[in-house]
């Protein structure tokens, strides 16, 4: 299965995301913000970002834009969960939240098999 950051500043959507991830038989790391976030990709490149957008100390859409910028990260997919969903323009997916559980796990899925690009 795929490895997969979660990203959000609140540690409950933190927990509920990974417990669905790795019920699913993810690998799951988590990071509280976008600064965390690239720093952890860094040290471990996942095979799909899941990020919040309103974060502090680096928000979603930063992240996003940083994580395109970079050659050795761009090919990364990422599904933006938020309720402010539609700041996410560089995101390959975004659900707004409240989202139902089994709809995040299949656009995780489904980017995980097709990549960027499987709007």
Same mark, same amino acid.
């Given at each position: 299965?795929?490895?997969?950051?979660?990203?959000? =500043?609140?540690?409950?959507?933190?927990?509920?995301?990974?417990? #669905?991830? %790795?019920? +699913?038989?993810?690998?799951?790391?988590? +990071?509280? =913000?976008?600064?965390?976030?690239?720093? @952890?990709?860094?040290?471990?490149?996942?095979?799909?970002?899941?990020? =919040? #957008?309103?974060?502090?100390?680096?928000?979603?859409?930063?992240?996003?834009?940083?994580?395109?910028? =970079?050659?050795? %990260?761009?090919?990364?997919?990422?599904? *933006?969960?938020?309720?402010?969903? @539609?700041?996410?323009?560089?995101?390959?997916? *975004?659900?707004?939240?409240?989202?139902?559980?089994?709809e995040v796990l299949a656009m995780a899925e489904r980017l995980l098999q097709e990549g960027r690009?499987?709007?």
């Amino acid at each position: 299965m795929g490895r997969i950051l979660v990203v959000d =500043d609140e540690p409950d959507l933190r927990f509920v995301l990974h417990r #669905i991830f %790795t019920r +699913a038989g993810h690998e799951v790391t988590e +990071a509280g =913000d976008g600064a965390a976030a690239l720093a @952890q990709v860094h040290r471990s490149s996942p095979d799909l970002v899941v990020t =919040d #957008i309103m974060m502090p100390v680096m928000g979603g859409v930063e992240l996003i834009r940083r994580l395109r910028i =970079d050659p050795v %990260t761009a090919a990364i997919p990422i599904l *933006a969960v938020s309720g402010d969903w @539609q700041l996410a323009v560089e995101a390959d997916a *975004a659900l707004a939240k409240p989202y139902r559980f089994t709809e995040v796990l299949a656009m995780a899925e489904r980017l995980l098999q097709e990549g960027r690009g499987a709007k």
